[in-house]
Each structure stands twice: as C-alpha cells, then as structure tokens.
C-alpha cells in the first residue's frame, strides 16, 4: 500500500514540470496574440498625439511631445463632432429596432408552432449568410422609389434589414435553450403570448440582448459601403464615411491628421466593448448549455 501511494507522488511530481512548461507556452501565446491585438490601437493613439512631421523621424516610437492639435483639428475643421452624433443616431436606431425585431422573431421560432415556420426559418438563415453586397443595387433601387436617399430613416431601414437576420439566429439560439416549462406555466395562468413574451421571456435574455445590442453596434458603426451610398449630403454622413473622406474634404497629407480620426472614430465601441465585456461574454455562452 505504501509503495503504491509513493510511485502515484513520484508520477505526480514527473507531471508538474511538463505541467508548467505547457501552461507557460500557453501564456506566452496568448501574450503574443493580445499584443498583436492592441498594438494597432496604440500605434495610432501615438501617432494621434504626435507633432506635425513628427511622424517621419519617429515612425514607431512614443511622441516625444504630445500635443492635442491634430485631434482638435479634426473634431472642429473636420466636422467629425457632428459627424458622432449622426452616428450615433443612426447606429442606435438601427440597434433598437434589430433587437425589437430579433427578440420578437427569435421567441417566435423557438416556441411557437404555425404554418410556414420552417421555411421562413430556414429563409432568415440565409439572408444572414449572404454578403451585404450582393442586395446593394436592389436596396439603392428601393431606397429611391420611397424617397428615402439622403434620409436618416432609408439608411436606419437597411441597417435594421441586413442586420435582423443575424438577430432573430441569436434569440433564437438562446430561447431554445430556456425551459418550455416556464412558457406552459404562463401559458396555463392565462397568459397571452405576448405577455409571456414580455414577461417571462425578456427578463430571462438580458445577457443575450445586451450582447446583440453591442454587437450589432460594433458591426454598423464601422458600415461604410450603404452610409455612403444612401447618405451623400456633408452634413447628414456617419463618422466612417468622414473618416473615409478626411484626406479630401481637409485637404492634408499629415498622417497625424489621420490617426486622430481613426481614434477618435474608434472611441465609442471601444468604450462600449470595455464597459460591457464581461456581460458580452456571458451572453455569448448564454444559450450554449440547455437549463
């Protein structure tokens, strides 16, 4: 007995070794990729905060003095301040109207029985796997037959179009994993649909909502290819288009000039991914294992 009990120490000190070699490498892995993943985001917040010209000496280095007049700049002389808030109106209508829409679509599928179900199922799920491109030429047809060009509501519409699909999967995904005996058990009180939607579903997909919500708006903050197409007036463009266009409209080849737009356009979904990254993930494994 004593002798087995002191060769299962003796292979559990021979496993340490390996043990810590193996998380380490993992580490150092890991470390690598997170750099790799920061490092464009510091590069351009050192570029941003460079002196003009500065740049060509010190192409990678910190900036030796750092200045705001780049970043001034571009908020003022570069419209990008109303630029902001055109995005912000834009991409938060779009989002509430995608989870509105998902939340109501994916409850529908995941627990109601009606004719048709299947299909239109089966139809949403494609729409969210073909490329936003391929529907360009026939959404700039319909944009215009409404009167909708140059309208803050035509490029809200298509947002919440091309978007919606990939929100009635998500909901979907995580109602499927809720217990149908909670919806029997409001169905048996006399609840209506609705109401056991409103109020027995929803509360229950607030981590799953709440990571729609981020993602979708990390995804249509950085839409270019319809906010330029739908929204050519200067004043009504989102902050993607003005960045597109900074170099033109400003007249500049100064590459701090560029790197305070990028920044300054990355600002608000970083915030947002930063404040709600815990319950992001929490969501995003939400549906994964069934109650």
Known sequence: MTETIARKRLKTRRRRPSRVIGISLVSIVLTLIAFSTLYPLLFIGFVAFMQPGEYRQNRLGIPTNPTFDSLIKVWGDGDFGRYMLNSLFVVGCSVLLIVVLGSLAGFAFAHLKYPGLGASFVIALAL???????????????????????????????????????????????????????FEAAHLDGASVFRTFRSVALPLAGPALLTLTTLTFLTLWNELLFSLIILQDADSRTIIVGLSLLKATMGVENTTVLAAGMLVSAIPPLLLFVIFNRQVTSGLVAGAVKS
């Open 128 to 182: 969210m796997v073909l490329p936003a491109s391929l529907f360009m030429v026939p959404t700039f047809k319909v944009v215009l037959d409404l009167h909708l060009f140059n309208n803050y509501l035509g490029l809200i519409l298509v947002y919440a179009s091309l978007q919606v699909p990939f929100g009635i999967f998500m909901m979907w995904t995580y109602f499927q994993a809720v217990p149908k005996e909670l």
